[in-house]
């Protein structure tokens, strides 16, 4: 919908990867600001009106997660952060802070650029989509139906609040807390509940319950609904030169 | 003919020079009064006025001003308060001095005793301290105090002096200094009142001073200085080889019995070697017909033996058939020149009975000269005279009394039928019976008695102790001569038997020692061996010291036992002086433990402690010798077990460093590979000028690509070994649904899998398992890759999860070669990789990480051959 290339502002402090993401997302005509710590990180939010933020968690004066906090008391700029594995915490802490997506380092620029499009077309989209539609499966929040390959598909209520709300973030990470938040509600903290029915709902939807294809899981964060088809909202602008 | 120096001699020179001991300088005079003490202090101040260091030990002045005059300008070290029993007696602060290094030190009264709770009993040791440090000291001494002459002097003043100094203190000494005074001027001064006399003593103290006695003492003891210059000028001569009068190597030998003489002997014999400068042994002879004597003889053999150790001769003890056989094969063997006995004690009748070992000494002595010596045996000491005494429990007298009255009864029952003589057979049965049974006393009271009651009351006329035929006289003779040697004999062999007993129990147990101690291999195991056999033996309470530094520390002790502070203050000494101390020992005796250094040929490996279970009992000089053997076993296990055990250090040590050249090795080699292909890949792109074409540079950079995957998989198994090594794995558990974990598991491999066949196969209703989902992902990642790797690409990997009671059971197979059977559990070490042929990437750390994750999870992983080729690795989780 826009006619500029969008802004991303890129915070590390490691200048080869700074160099590297400046170089392959240039190419791909987004616009790059660079800021090399947090405060930095703060100032240029301030000065740059950047579209998404590229944030890598292990900054040297504030954390990821510092930065992530400040930055939503008062903007919704959409934040993808940068952590090395084994960090799980951490990236939970920046998750339930407001960040929208992670990535684990080493990653392939082909999973950014993803994530970077699932980030800004959540921005984009001022109306939610009625019907989601990802390979064989269609959500129709709407009419609360589901279909896979075209057959419907009988949810219980709970099995239906949860694909609900992975549709919601479609394409995006979901921790497990947010998910039991928003299925359950405040309080709830019972993985057991959650692991059964994220089970019970890929024995429904999923072609092959042991390698689903829709309902990912994030080892120890979360779990993300893949959204591999690319909408309108995919073409054009990004594919420059 | 020129004679060479006597290299021994030479020796004993040199050493004398060289060793860094103090040397001790004596000021002897023949009685109290000539002036030792006033002598000493002169000396001492013309050394203050050389610069030399000098410190007051103790001087005894008697308040006398002229010597307290002299006492001024020396640096006095305050005495010692030492408690005894209530009251304080002040002897000389040995520790003060030693730490205060004087170069000389004046210690007077040599042969004073110290009271009891000093670190020494006497004060000759405590100089032997000093002199041990280096530290030179001035002493006085009084001519009758010497060991070897105590007897002499006894005789010839009618006093016996108590407190006596060893003759090797003399020997040792570096320069004597005799004070001389005319008899008649010491006289002169005790009447003007110059002479210390303590009260007590004042009446001896006048008996002893009679000119006679003190030109006596006083011919002594310039003779014994001459002796002494004498010696040195032999020596002088010996080392210079010069011809002299050199006297026939002589040797002496002294036989020592319980006899109270023996002391005697042993010191006469000591003169008599100091005049011939001739080497002296002392033996004691058991007979191996009677070995088993009475503890206070015993005791008193030992005391003899001490003495005539400290007197300078070498003891022995021999065991043997009769004294004079085991006395002269010994002299013939050594070269004994002449023997030295006593003359005989007993009566002549005895003499006659048993045989006079002096007459058959002589008889078959060939050419050794003996000695007979005679005497009046000592004053008595307190020991036990040689008359006997019962030593059987009283009730066994009563009841040989009853077996008596038994047989009267039989005999009485039976007198009708039998003749009296023939009832003489029940009491012979009863005496032997009570000699076998109840032992030497017992048995002759059974004698007696028995023919008593014959004749009160089987010998017509009964009841009367007449005898109308006189023919029962013989019977009752004869009775009792065949009882008495009936019970004599059954009850020597009866004691025979217990000795041999007791001396089997000994050499048994000292074989169970030994047997015991070459089995165990660990420092532990011959410390409890060694608490069990000797803590046995000898009834005591065992303690082990083992070096820690220049000191030792309690390393075990018997069960029920700890060492206090005190002992092992007394351990420290003995190891550092490496001589027995403690209880029973010249060092410290009051302590309650005794303590003996172990030694091997490599030195001292610590010290063994022997505490009794109840105070106030000393070890025999026998059981002193069993202990030396013990000890020595001991010592030889305890250092073949450190050795053990420092070998297993090295052994580990060695392992260790092995194990970690092979990582080193191992990383570098498996992260620089990876690098090859990327540096490789991005150098061909980078120079590339147009000739590659597009599928070139497609195959570059997917190949690139796979090996940053793979330096990338490389580093985090690193990272998780580390991490496992070093205790930090923490367990985030959540409940994790098994099929979740396998897709996660195969998503990550799904570009390694390249199209191969994996099937799965669940059991329903698997139930959520408490796992870290991270770290078991990694697991089945691992487990994934390696049957990628290790099996052809076109076979298929199986995964399978199925409950077994409260485990969860998870498999992966694979359809390749499998595993050797005898490495099966190797697999999981780290850095094992099978050996087989082709290339197999990566470092062989996979399945030790597996392993650890899965055992910090409380499971097991363990590895099996599937039927039909390939290998199968299950892991056993628990659910919760």
Same mark, same amino acid.
């Given at each position: ?241 | ?390 030593? #059987? ?163 075990? #002790? ?323």
């Amino acid at each position: 919908m826009t006619e500029t290339a969008p802004r991303i502002l890129i915070v590390d402090d490691e200048p080869a990867i700074r160099r590297f993401l400046r170089t392959s997302l240039t190419a791909r005509g987004y616009t790059i600001y660079e800021a090399v710590d947090g405060q930095d990180a703060l100032q240029a939010v301030l000065s740059h009106r950047p579209d998404l933020l590229v944030l890598d968690l292990g900054l040297p004066d504030l954390d990821g997660v510092q930065v992530t906090r400040s930055l939503r008391e008062w903007t919704q700029i959409p934040i993808i952060i940068l952590s090395v594995r084994e960090q799980e915490a951490d990236k939970i802490a920046a998750l339930d802070a407001g960040a929208d997506d992670y990535l684990t380092k080493p990653f392939g620029l082909g999973e950014l650029l993803a994530r970077i499009r699932v980030a800004l077309r959540r921005q984009a989209t001022t109306a939610s989509e009625p019907v989601f539609r990802d390979g064989g499966l269609s959500v129709d929040l709407s009419r609360r139906l589901v279909t896979v390959d075209g057959r419907e598909v009988q949810l219980t209520p709970t099995e239906y609040d949860l694909l609900r709300v992975l549709v919601t973030y479609a394409g995006r990470v979901i921790t497990h807390s947010q998910l039991l938040h928003k299925v359950w509600g405040e309080g709830y903290e019972d993985m057991h509940l959650l692991r059964v029915n994220i089970s019970n709902l890929r024995h429904k939807v999923e072609p092959d319950p042991t390698r689903p294809t829709y309902i990912h899981t994030e080892p120890g964060v979360g779990y993300r609904l893949r959204a591999k088809t690319t909408g309108p909202l995919d073409e054009g602008v990004f594919r420059a030169g | 003919m020129e004679q060479r120096p006597d290299p021994d001699q030479l020796l004993k020179n040199i050493q004398s020079e060289q060793t860094n001991r103090g040397r001790l300088k004596i000021f002897m005079g023949y009685a109290a009064g000539v002036g030792k003490t006033y002598a000493m202090l002169e000396a001492a101040h013309q050394r203050l006025r050389e610069g030399v260091d000098i410190a007051v030990g103790y001087v005894e002045t008697h308040k006398r001003l002229e010597t307290e005059e002299l006492l001024e300008g020396l640096n006095v070290i305050p005495r010692k308060q030492v408690a005894y029993h209530g009251v304080t007696l002040p002897e000389m602060d040995v520790d003060a001095i030693l730490a205060l290094r004087p170069a000389l030190a004046l210690v007077d009264e040599f042969a004073h005793t110290n009271a009891p709770g000093s670190r020494h009993p006497k004060r000759y040791l405590d100089v032997e301290e000093l002199l041990d440090a280096g530290i030179d000291v001035y002493t006085t001494l009084n001519i009758q105090h010497l060991e070897s002459l105590n007897d002499v002097v006894a005789q010839v003043t009618g006093v016996i002096v108590h407190e006596t100094v060893p003759d090797r203190m003399i020997d040792e000494a570096t320069e004597i200094e005799v004070i001389d005074l005319p008899p008649d001027e010491l006289l002169q001064r005790l009447k003007e009142g110059k002479v210390y006399i303590p009260d007590q003593a004042a009446r001896a103290i006048q008996m002893f001073f009679r000119k006679g006695n003190l030109t006596a003492l006083r011919e002594m003891s310039l003779r014994r200085a001459a002796e002494r210059v004498d010696d040195q000028m032999r020596a002088y001569m010996q080392t210079r080889a010069i011809l002299g009068p050199w006297p026939a190597a002589e040797r002496l030998l002294v036989c020592i019995s319980p006899n109270p003489l023996a002391e005697r002997l042993v010191r006469t014999t000591r003169r008599l070697a100091d005049e011939l400068n001739a080497e002296w042994f002392a033996i004691y002879v058991e007979l191996v017909s009677r070995p088993e004597l009475k503890l206070a003889n015993r005791e008193r053999i030992g005391r003899t033996l001490q003495l005539a150790e400290e007197l300078g001769g070498k003891t022995l003890t021999l065991a043997g058939r009769s004294i004079h056989d085991a006395v002269l094969e010994y002299a013939h063997r050594n070269n004994v020149t002449k023997i030295v006995v006593g003359k005989p004690l007993r009566p002549r009748w005895q003499e006659w009975l048993s045989g006079s070992v002096v007459d058959q000494l002589i008889h078959a002595s060939g050419d050794i000269d003996i000695y007979v010596i005679s005497g009046r045996p000592e004053p008595q000491q307190g020991v036990v005279p040689a008359a006997w005494r019962p030593h #059987s429990p009283w009730w066994r007298y009563l009841v040989s009394l009853a077996l008596v009255a038994l047989a009267t009864l039989l005999g009485l029952s039976v007198r009708g039928q039998l003749e009296p003589t023939n009832l003489v057979m029940l009491y012979l049965a009863v005496v032997v019976i009570a000699a076998i049974y109840l032992g030497r006393g017992p048995s002759l009271l059974a004698t007696v008695a028995g023919v008593l009651a014959f004749d009160f009351f089987l010998v017509p006329p009964q009841l009367t102790f007449a005898v109308r035929d006189t023919q029962y006289i013989i019977t009752f003779i004869g009775l009792f001569v065949v009882s008495l040697v009936v019970s004599t004999l059954t009850a020597r062999v009866r004691e025979q038997a217990e000795a041999s007993i007791q001396r089997e129990a000994e050499t048994t147990a000292l074989y169970n020692l030994s047997r015991d101690l070459t089995a165990a291999t660990n420092l532990n195991d011959v410390a409890n061996s060694i608490f069990a056999h000797i803590g046995q033996i000898f009834g005591r309470e065992v303690a082990i010291f083992l070096p820690a530094g220049q000191r030792v520390k309690t390393f075990a #002790s018997s069960p029920g036992y700890t060492p206090s502070e005190n002992e092992l203050a007394v351990a420290n000494w003995a190891f550092e002086h490496d001589q027995p101390a403690g209880r029973g020992t010249d060092t410290l005796p009051a302590a309650s433990l005794r303590c003996q250094p172990l030694k091997t040929a490599r030195g001292l490996v610590g010290v063994l402690g022997l505490r009794p279970k109840q105070p106030g009992s000393l070890l025999t000089p026998e059981q002193r010798l069993a202990l030396d053997a013990f000890a020595h076993q001991s010592a030889l296990a305890l250092e073949r077990a450190t050795l053990v055990e420092q070998a297993r250090q090295a052994e580990l040590l060695q392992a260790a460093e092995k194990l970690q050249a092979a990582l080193l090795n191992s990383i570098s080699h498996d992260l620089r590979t990876p690098l090859v292909a990327i540096t490789g890949a991005l150098s061909a792109l980078d120079e590339d000028d147009g000739s590659l074409d597009e599928e070139t540079r497609r195959n570059l950079v997917e190949n690139a690509r796979a090996e940053a995957d793979r330096l990338n998989r490389l580093v985090g198994n690193l990272l998780n070994m580390t991490r496992i090594e070093a205790g930090a794995l923490k367990l985030a558990r959540e409940p994790c649904d098994i099929s979740d974990l396998i897709g996660s598991a195969l998503e990550i491999v799904e570009g390694r899998l390249q199209g191969r066949r994996v099937e799965i196969a669940f059991s329903p209703n698997l139930p959520l398992v408490q796992l870290d989902f991270v770290l078991i992902v990694q697991v089945l990642v691992n487990l994934l890759d390696n049957a990628i790797k290790y099996s052809p690409a076109d076979q298929p990997i199986e995964v399978g999860a199925r409950r077994e009671g409260d485990e969860v059971q998870i498999s992966i197979t694979d359809r390749g070669a499998g595993i050797p059977p005898e490495d099966l559990e190797r697999v999981f070490d780290k850095f094992y990789r099978v050996q087989r042929p082709g290339n197999i990437s990566g470092t062989g750390l996979g399945l030790s990480i597996c392993k650890g994750i899965v055992e910090a999870h409380g499971g097991r992983i363990y590895a099996e051959n599937r039927a039909g080729g390939g290998a199968r690795i299950l892991v056993n989780l628990p659910i919760e």
